[in-house]
Nanobody
Framework: QVQLVESGGGLVQPGGSLRLSCAAS????????MNWYRQAPGQGREFVAA????????NYADSVKGRFTISRDNAKNTVYLQMNRMKPEDTAVYYC??????WGQGTQVTVSS
């Protein structure tokens, strides 16, 4: 079955950087667009970024545009989220997603001094 495993979360100071990874298995990874979402405490899950199958196009939520970069390595079945110039409002559990219904377990990101 499809499995998505996120890693790379943690505590970072405002202005700092983190890189999240999501390793996929149980599917032909290169055939599917991949997405990142996040859910802050007491909030609904919101879209963060998406990348096409070949990795040649991406789009972002306005709140992260210019600070976050999504990328993928189809040889490693992995999608990444590079997060720079982080803000306290980026604090959330970050999830990767594929084919609408498949989600990872999430990784906690906390931005605080």
């Amino acid at each position: 079955q499809v499995q998505l495993v996120e890693s790379g979360g943690g505590l970072v100071q405002p202005g700092g950087s983190l890189r999240l990874s999501c390793a996929a298995s149980g599917l032909t990874f290169s055939r599917y667009a991949m997405n990142w979402y996040r859910q802050a405490p007491g909030q609904g899950r919101e879209f963060v970024a998406a990348i096409t199958r070949a990795g040649d196009s991406s789009n972002y939520a306005d709140s992260v545009k210019g600070r976050f970069t999504i990328s993928r390595d189809n040889a490693k079945n992995t999608v990444y989220l590079q997060m720079n110039r982080m803000k306290p409002e980026d604090t959330a559990v970050y999830y990767c997603n594929v084919r609408v219904i498949y989600w990872g377990q999430g990784t906690q990101v906390t931005v605080s001094s």
